[in-house]
Structure formats: C-alpha cells, structure tokens
Nanobody, 126 residues
C-alpha cells in the first residue's frame, strides 16, 4: 500500500522559514514527478513546485520561485520543500503528490497526480 505523508508544517512569522517533508513508502517513485501543492481557505488548490525523483529537474510557481526549494533524498525516500522568506499569503495546507512520467498535461495539473498525502498546515503570522 502506497503511503505519502507530509510533515513539518507549523506557525512561523513572516520572513521566517520552514521545511516540509514528504515521506513515501509502498512503491518506488523513480519514474515519477513529485510535486507540492497548497490550498488556502476559500481558494482552489494550486501548484507550488515539482521535481523529478533524481532531482535533476525542478519547477516552481512564479509566486514561490526564488524563495522555495524542492529537493529529494533518495536514501530516505523523502521529498522536501524548503520555504524561505515566508509571506502571509503562503499560509495554506500543503500537499505532496506524485505523478508518473508521461502522464500528459502540465505539472501544474493536479488531476495528473495519482498519489496524494493528507496535507500539513502552514500558518504565517504578519
């Protein structure tokens, strides 16, 4: 059984940093893109970042590029999202998700992701 479990959320002041983790078990994801999405209250879920499992290619939403870093740890089978210079508008539930290579569409298209975690809450105080 595949399990995708996020952790690392919490409360941080604006300008601060958090690192989210996404631990994966139950299958290999070497031919998958791993992505982070977020959903703020009253808003649709949106793409944040994605990475190839090898870590060779990464992609970011314009709103986080230059502040967030997505990475993988093959030994720990974990995906990370380092979030720096956090803003109140970054507050949301953050989800980790996986999609296979070649599944079509764009990396921002959440319907192409077939494995999802339960999410972790990030709160940013101003």
């Amino acid at each position: 059984q595949v399990q995708v479990a996020e952790s690392g959320g919490g409360l941080v002041q604006a300008g601060g940093s958090l690192r989210l983790s996404c631990a994966i078990s139950g299958r290999t994801f070497t031919t998958y893109y791993m992505g982070w999405f977020r959903q703020a209250p009253g808003k649709e879920r949106e793409f944040v970042a994605a990475i190839t499992w090898s870590g060779g290619e990464s992609y970011y939403a314009d709103s986080v590029r230059g502040r967030f870093i997505i990475s993988t740890d093959n030994a720990r089978i974990t995906v990370y999202l380092q979030m720096n210079s956090l803003k109140p508008e970054d507050a949301a539930v953050y989800y980790c998700a996986g999609r296979p290579y070649g599944s079509g569409g764009t990396l921002e298209d959440e319907s192409r992701y077939n494995y999802w975690g339960q999410g972790t809450q990030v709160t940013v105080s101003s």
